[in-house]
């Protein structure tokens, strides 16, 4: 099993531009998160999903959209680029079956970087 | 909003010594705390986690406490070793809606193990 998988590893984006951030999993998991690290502030939760076609704002989904297609793919699309996104993000996923008390699988990491 | 509160922000232990992390939650949906530990360039992967119907864990060289009636828990680090620098996260869940659950992390503790 390749677990969580991200592309790209890097990317820079002018301000006003758009990207969409993938991840996938391949561990059948119905549960997957997106969230964002900033230096010295932990983990934020932009956005999660419970299963194909359900999602939720986490705690910053402001300049965030997600879709949930199926059960391995949970895309972070950015529209509208700004520096405060610059940021290092991570997406996760977890089986749910032992509730939510379970442990989340993260992926290597997205470095984006807005300018 | 659940706030877990986590220190120190740093952390500098000679070889062989102790290393300590502390971490206070304001409330909890259900007693679960994992301790998440990060290299860097990584993403970050669960080292361990208790589910308090017992006050300690222990798994190896590490340890977690907890202190239900304080609303506190720990990660002691014995025999640390250079290999366990790192940036550590504790976390703790909180509700979020609809019948779910999420992960509330701390700010990170950089672990720096000193030869």
């Known amino acids: 099993n390749a677990g969580v998988t991200q592309t790209p590893k890097f990317r820079i984006l002018k301000i006003g531009q758009s990207m969409t951030l993938q991840c996938t999993q391949d561990?059948?998991?119905?549960?997957m998160y997106w969230y964002r690290q900033d230096p010295g502030m932990g983990l934020k939760l932009i956005y999660y999903?419970?299963?194909?076609?359900?999602?939720d704002k986490g705690e910053v989904p402001n300049g965030y959209n997600v879709s949930r297609s199926t059960t391995e793919d949970f895309p972070l699309r950015l529209e509208l680029a700004a520096p405060s996104q610059t940021s290092v993000y991570f997406c996760?996923?977890?089986?749910?079956?032992?509730?939510?008390?379970?442990?989340?699988?993260f992926g290597p990491g997205t470095r984006l970087t807005v300018l | 909003q659940q706030q877990v509160k986590q220190s120190p922000q740093s952390l500098i232990v000679q070889k062989g010594g102790i290393s300590i992390i502390n971490c206070a939650y304001e409330?909890?949906?259900?007693?679960?705390f994992p301790w998440y530990q990060q290299f860097p360039g990584k993403g970050p992967a669960l080292l361990i986690a208790?589910?308090?119907?017992?006050s300690e864990k222990k798994e190896g060289r590490f340890t977690i406490s907890f202190n239900k009636s304080a609303k506190q828990f720990s990660l002691h680090i014995m025999d640390s070793q250079p290999g366990d620098s790192a940036t550590y996260f504790c976390?703790?869940?909180?509700?979020?809606?609809?019948?779910?659950?999420?992960?509330?992390f701390g700010k990170g503790t950089k672990l720096s193990v000193i030869p």
């Open positions: 996760a996923s977890t089986s749910g079956l032992a509730g939510d008390a379970d442990t989340q699988y």
């Open positions: 208790i589910r308090p119907d017992v």
């Open positions: 561990m059948n998991h119905n549960y």
């Open positions: 409330n909890t949906a259900f007693d679960y």
């Open positions: 999903s419970v299963g194909a076609g359900i999602t």
């Open positions: 976390a703790a869940p909180a509700y979020s809606g609809a019948g779910s659950y999420q992960l509330t």
